[in-house]
Each structure stands twice: as C-alpha cells, then as structure tokens.
C-alpha cells in the first residue's frame, strides 16, 4: 500500500504564502499524475492543481497565477507553492497520487489525510 504524507499546512495572513508537501512511501511502484485537491466546509472538493509524470501542469482558474505545483520525482514528492493566499483559500487541502505497481495492474488513486490551510488576519 502506498502511504502519502502531507505537511505544511496553517494559518496564514491574507496575501502571505505558503508551501505544501506530499511525499509517497515505498518504490515498488511509478508515480504517473499527482494533484492538490481541496473541500471547504459545505463545498464540492475541488481540484486545485496536478502536474503530470512529464511535468504538464493544470490548475483551477482561481488559482491561476498565484500557485505553483511541482514535483521532484526522486524523492516521490509534490509541492503547492502558494502566494498571495486569500481567504477562499481556506479549505482542508488533498494531496492525490496515480499509481501503477511495478508487478502490474491497473492505475490506482491515492490520498493523503488532509492539512487544513487557513487564511485570516
């Protein structure tokens, strides 16, 4: 089973800044698409950005210009730069990982728990 650890998550300041992190355990297994999803409290979950085994990124029209994602495959990690946050931001943020095993198989999805990502003065 692939476990995904997520940090950086808080409170920060209306217009601050903020970096998340997801890592993937394990090596038994290739890391195609990963993605940053977020829900706040009576809202759909949302895809905020995800970012291809190539590097092709894709991000929510609301985010566009002030978040970054980006990913370092050698340490199965994926990052959510975020600039100039505002207070919609504020959502508990997933991390999500495509996974194929090296023994085979079909594409599987992968969560992190959840960090909560606030934005108040």
């Known amino acids: 089973q692939v476990q995904l650890v997520e940090s950086g998550g808080g409170l920060v300041q209306p217009g601050g800044s903020l970096r998340l992190s997801c890592a993937a355990s394990?090596?038994?297994?290739?890391?195609?698409?990963m993605g940053w999803y977020r829900q706040a409290p009576g809202k759909q979950r949302e895809l905020v950005a995800s970012?291809?085994?190539?590097?092709?990124?894709d991000y929510a029209y609301s985010v566009k210009g002030r978040f970054t994602i980006s990913r370092d495959n050698a340490e199965n990690t994926v990052y959510l730069q975020m600039n100039n946050v505002k207070p919609e931001d504020t959502a508990i943020y997933y991390c999500n990982f495509k996974v194929t095993f090296t023994t085979g198989g079909r594409e599987r999805d992968y969560w992190g728990p959840g960090t909560q990502v606030t934005v108040s003065s």
């Open positions: 970012i291809s085994s190539g590097g092709s990124t």
């Open positions: 394990g090596g038994i297994y290739s890391l195609n698409r």
